[in-house]
């Protein structure tokens, strides 16, 4: 196994710095499958990374050299470890070929779905994590930025799920506020009992888009919408049962959307909830002595160091009535009291930045220490995101546009081999959608290209399904068994040995990717995987290979299909075995 030798290496290394060979663990990486590399050592640990920790005093690439120099004479070859030789500001570890190639598949048929979970670099207690994400605002569009919001959560959740932790997936709904107002006046205007049946949220969005134009023109409507409001917020019987028939009818929209996207919640909570809640943290923040009035009659909570209320937290309006912060520091003190969590995570868009700075540091001025067990998990705009009808308003036209588009392109391929055109075009469309979303920084803003992002070759969410059905034709074409327990000596080819070094470095990327809460290290792993399987596949062939051969390589093959198969389940794609 993988962590054999890197806990070899750590061991080693812990006896020179002077370090616990636990620490020292995470800094042992499997090195990278590149063109450049001109050493055939599998494993490296950076200089840099040790002088970071305090474990070695050198600052600048000289003396890091000399340090890497100076280590590696003090390192000892085993029955694991061959060599090791200094490069620069890294340590170039070189290990036992054959063992390291019959560990590594050994690993992916012993652990199948939990390969590259079960690493020495995640460690640590079971926690419990509440991930709040999506959070559409109800009568308003589920546009791209609510799809990242959506996707990115779905990944952690998954990821943290995965990696044994107790994960809580809640879906904080936008259906709450003044725009509710809006909309109770807008349906007494415009409202039709029969669109709201058949289509709840766009008839709810084409009221809210009216209703506003007119409030934008005639400021009576805007006080009306206050008034209903306000209604809402006392317990208006007739209010209250008309804001619950938007709510359910748009929830029950919005479970069909998750549903193509495989996503799902463990609750659907929202801002309505803790409307008496946000009521009673303002007599706390009041009687604290921490809630202010300002000249305008708005309270605040000032944040800044000092008293120049440069940065401070707006609480309530001067009419009385609560904002979303309100309700979200009611929600956030409600969920710590319930679950106990160890950590609470949102995925909003980095423009809530301020929003999130002031929740926290409110939290913390009301004296919850664990306001610092929270984060903000921020990502970038989708830019240019449109349908052949037009600008994107909801979702579902993306999803429908991409299936569309699939499904052509199924259609003109002379290579498609299902009956099942359009539930494969389906899971085609998701697949591509959710890559192109995850593949990049999460931070920042991507261009939405349909001629990118449907593409069957290069780094696409198609491309990565391709090479799964492709490998899952090489275990039913070639003729004999999968041997979990055959020779793999045979498996000397450079092809070979890069395919494997690359599935050993699977753990590398989950790690990556739990620690930097980044998708992408993820997704480039198995855009490099697909790419290395591919050159692989047209050198090594199965069928036709001696017996021994031929073992050897479809253990190879069914292993990376493996490997590419646990990685986009991660990533929320489900793998087609054909294509």
Known sequence: MTSVFRRAIAKQLAKVVGAAEEEIIPMVNVAMVT????????????????????????????????????????INCNDYLQDVQADKSFLQFKVNQTLLTKS????????????????????????KIIVEYSSPNIAKPFHAGHLRSTVIGHFIANLNTALGHDVYRINFLGDWGVQFGLLGVGFAKYGSESALSHHAIQHLFDIYVKINKEAAENKDIFDRAREYFRNLEN??????SLWKRFRDLSIKEYTKIYKRLGVYFDEYSGESMYGQQAQQIIKQLTNNGLLETTEQGVGIVNLSHDQGKKFYSTLVRSDGTTLYITRDIAAAIDRHDNHHFDRMIYVVDKGQDAHFRQ????????????????????????????????????????????????????????TTKV???????????ISAIITFDLKNNLESDYRFDWSHVLQSHGDTGVYLQYTHARMCSIESLCG???????????????EARQLIQHIAAYEDAVYKAYIDIQPKHI?????????????????????????????????????????????????????????
């Not at 009956?419 to 469309?429: F, G, P, S």
């Not at 004999?480 to 450079?494: A, F, G, K, N």
Request: with cysteine.
């Open 35 to 74: 063109k450049k590399r001109n050493t055939d050592a599998q494993f490296s640990v950076s200089l840099k990374s040790l002088s970071e920790r305090g474990l070695i005093q050198d600052k600048d690439n000289r003396s890091l050299s000399e340090s890497a120099i100076r280590i590696e004479k003090q």
């Open 104 to 127: 590594v598949l050994k690993q992916v048929q012993t652990e199948q779905h939990r390969f590259g979970l079960t690493s020495d670099l995640v460690t640590g207690p079971r926690q």
């Open 235 to 240: 317990g208006d019987p007739e209010s209250i």
């Open 359 to 414: 929740l926290f540091g409110t939290l913390k001025a009301m004296g919850n220490s664990w306001a610092d067990r929270c984060k903000h998990v921020k990502f970038g705009k989708v830019l240019g995101m449109s349908t052949r009808k037009g600008e994107v308003v909801f979702l579902q036209d993306i999803l429908d546009e991409a299936k569309m588009r699939m499904l052509q392109n199924m259609k003109n391929s002379q």
């Open 419 to 429: 009956d099942n055109l359009d539930d494969v075009a389906e899971t085609l469309a």
């Open 480 to 494: 004999i068994s999968l041997d979990t327990d055959c020779d793999t000596t045979p498996l000397v080819e450079q």
């Open 523 to 579: 997704v480039g792993y198995l855009f490099k995987l697909s790419r290395l399987s591919s050159v692989a596949h047209k050198k090594l062939n199965v069928k036709g290979s001696p017996d021994n051969v031929a073992q050897a390589r479809l253990l190879l093959f069914n292993s990376a299909r493996q490997t590419l198969a646990n990685g986009m389940k991660l990533l929320g794609i489900s793998p087609l075995n054909q294509m």
